[in-house]
């Protein structure tokens, strides 16, 4: 093997053949690892060079990669996460998801950046890694079981200090939105990256790890390290904001703006945000807050059910779920939220998707276009019954469950009405209505992967104001905005540390980090282009995976139907003013495809 | 009267929701929000506002669900039966 001259990195990956039961390292490809850093960015390098864009996601041709960054696991600001990237099987795109927690700096310490599986297992199985010793072994005996059984029964029969990230019965039942869950309650959510992990017969990874990170100037990462802690710290979101009210704060803000997306879009204020926000959680359900390993922000919410009409406990529910799950089913019942989101951390599924494939079914009910006999109960808005319900059906694939783990785009196709589904290139929207909040709508209808708000993040000055407010109704430079939000949310993606983050630091704390943590330089400018360069892969491969830029679009809801009540009635998505600046900002053709000159100024070509 | 409410941070300090105060002839935010700190024994406007007296980055005040930012900020008036929602700096994803 040749060597990786570089530090940050571990430098080693690791390559299961499912298929044939082997498990090899590779030496890091260093030059990929400079122009990509890792995660999302040198796991997509990898799986682009080696998948052919047509593939089917359930194919043994598939391949699912966990990459971390080269930040990962070390002590930095927030930096505990890593990505997961595959074809997804709810999109067609590139689907890549992100999660933290303390697994990913496990895999880090065990000396590997990324694990690339190929093939197909001939039965369950799952990977055990301690240190350098890496074997598939047998998981019949875990097929079947939830996250958390799957957990406990690794843990007992592995190590016990182990960290693990597993599917449960979602993603063995190849329900298109399944997660994969690291911790019990972390979740790489989106895009269905669970059901190519169960169609793949694996059902967890489990890592245990004794080494560190090499770092290359410890002195001067430490420095960036207490500049980074001071930032966050000191700034009110990352210092004091998240850690007391999580994300679900964002319920009170987002309804009293008229942007919180209520009974599957047709409304946008919600007369039950009180009782599921933020502000009623704490004094509910919440027992403490939570951080990924060595984060100093501890948005996690840690909760349980006691006194109230469900029992259980876990972690969330985060602000998605509360919309997802709740307002966009017209469930103002923060108990059953909360329960339902058990059960996706447990069956291994998206909240987002579920929760709006629910309303989705709702409304095809409201309509007529679904009959209490198909779905097998009576469906209306605010039934949360009938919510906790159907989640745990779709987990299994049972009754109208079956319909459900479609997504709701294919569900709603199947009755006839795809524009139903609240979602662009088939991934639903999450809990910002694109037509009050312009430049959220535009990122929605470019992100590489759908519908997502953490591609770029324009809720952050178009809503909150950092790190300037700007005019939510107005489409004047959101195209610029949007573009900078993307690529700095690539790098950030690609680099091992918590989004969280940006709120406090920026491009000049990470070229730091990245500079003393490798040895390479990195600045400001090659921090904005590595983003702009992931962010072009990704779009060359959907591409080519035949997800034209027709798809760059919203629905039809979204650009034609005007908001119709609240302070934000009679507003609709103004793409069409917004969408050829961004082509040209991107420097891709007025079609939108990158130019071959752009592409080669990127070193994609 | 002028109803104000209390979202976040601001809620747990003052451990209440809502506030209602009697209309001032020509009064705008800021004014409003120095009255209130005056009313209310525990201070609470240093959520809000820096040291200035300008609102911190990230702080959100709405008068009848417009952000006072793209009004006149906080020289907004309000009058009676207007509703002043506070909410100090927070996030999500």
New interface residues.
């Given amino acids: 093997m040749s060597r990786f001259s570089l530090k940050g990195w571990s430098g080693k990956l690791l390559r299961v053949d499912l298929t044939a039961g082997t498990c090899t390292d590779e030496v890091l490809n260093e030059q990929w690892a400079k122009e990509y850093l890792g995660g999302r960015g040198l796991g997509t390098k990898y799986f682009t060079e080696e998948v052919a864009a047509d593939v089917d996601p359930f194919s043994a041709e598939n391949k699912l990669i966990l990459a971390a960054g080269p930040l990962t696991g070390t002590y930095g600001a927030a930096n505990g996460r890593y990505m997961v990237i595959t074809k997804s099987p709810l999109t067609g795109t590139i689907a890549s998801s992100n999660s933290g927690g303390y697994f990913p700096c496990e895999l880090r310490y065990a000396g590997y950046d990324m694990v690339i599986f190929e093939g197909k297992a001939e039965y369950p199985s799952y990977l055990q890694i301690h240190n350098d010793k890496a074997q598939l072994v047998g998981a019949v005996h875990l097929w079947g079981k939830s996250t958390k059984e799957t957990e406990d029964q690794i843990l007992a029969e592995f190590h016990g200090d182990a960290k693990i990230a597993c599917i449960g019965q979602a993603g063995e039942n190849l329900v298109s939105f399944a997660a994969i869950i690291n911790d019990k309650h972390r979740a790489a959510g989106r895009t269905g990256i669970g059901a190519v992990m169960g169609s793949k017969n694996l059902k967890a990874i489990a890592v245990r790890g004794t080494g560190g990170v090499k770092i290359a100037d410890p002195v001067a990462y430490r420095e960036a390290a207490l500049d980074s802690y001071a930032l966050l710290k000191a ?3 990352s210092g ?3 850690p ?7 319920v ?2 987002i309804n ?3 942007a919180l997306p209520t009974n599957n879009f047709q409304k946008d204020t919600f007369d039950g945000a009180e009782a599921i926000s ?2 009623a959680l ?1 004094s509910t359900y919440l027992k403490r807050n939570k951080g990924c390993m060595g984060c100093v922000i501890g ?1 996690g919410r840690v909760t349980g059910l006691a006194g109230s009409r469900f029992d259980g406990d876990g972690e969330g529910p ?3 779920t509360l919309f997802s799950l709740g307002s966009a089913c017209g469930v103002d019942d923060l108990a059953a939220i909360t329960k339902a989101n058990y059960i996706c951390n447990e069956y291994g599924m998206d909240t987002i998707t579920i929760g709006t494939t629910i309303a989705c079914a709702m409304e095809l009910a409201e309509k007529g276009l679904v009959t209490e006999e198909e779905i097998g109960m009576p469906l209306s808005f605010g039934d949360a019954d009938a919510m906790v319900k159907l989640v745990e059906m779709a987990g299994k694939r049972e009754g109208f469950g079956e319909k459900l783990a479609m997504g709701s785009y294919r569900m709603a196709e199947s009755f006839g009405a795809p524009e139903l589904s609240m979602s662009v290139k088939k991934l639903e929207f999450p ?1 910002y209505d694109g037509r009050g909040i312009q430049g959220i709508g535009l990122n929605y209808a470019t992100s590489n992967r759908g519908a997502c ?2 591609r770029g ?1 324009m ?2 000055p178009e ?5 300037e ?1 700007l ?1 939510p109704q107005a489409t004047e430079d959101k195209a610029v905005w949007t573009k900078i939000f993307q690529d700095f949310t690539a790098t950030v993606d690609s680099s091992g540390v918590c ?2 983050t940006t ?1 406090a630091i920026g491009a000049p704390q990470f070229a730091n980090f990245l500079t003393a943590a490798t040895g390479a330089e990195f600045t400001e400018a090659t921090i904005m282009e590595i983003g702009e360069r992931i962010y072009n892969m990704e779009r060359v491969f959907n591409l080519k995976a035949g997800v034209d830029p027709s798809q760059d679009t919203l629905p039809k809801r979204l650009l034609e139907e005007p908001i119709s009540d ?2 934000l009635k009679g507003e609709v998505a103004k793409l069409g003013e917004m969408l050829p600046e961004y082509y040209q900002e991107r420097g891709w053709s007025t079609e939108g495809i990158p130019t071959d000159e752009r592409l080669q100024t990127l070193g994609l070509v | 009267m002028i109803k104000v409410q209390f979202y976040s941070l601001i809620r747990i300090l003052l451990k209440q929701e809502k506030l209602e105060l009697s209309a001032c002839e020509n009064e705008n935010v800021g004014q409003l929000l120095q009255r209130l700190q005056r009313q209310i024994a525990t201070p609470f406007l240093h959520k809000l506002l820096d040291k200035k007296g300008e609102p911190i980055l990230g702080t959100i005040i709405m008068v009848n669900r417009r952000n006072i930012h793209h009004l006149e900020k906080l020289e907004t008036p309000v009058a009676d039966s207007d509703v002043v929602a506070l909410f100090p700096p927070g996030a999500g994803g």
Avoid: R
């Fill in positions: 700034n009110p979101v004091e904001g998240l007391a009210l999580g994300t679900p704060v964002l009170n803000v009293q703006m008229g933020g502000e704490a948005c985060e602000y998605e809990a708000h953490v993040y809720i952050s809503v909150l104001g950092l790190p407010k005019d989004l969280f709120f609240g302070p």
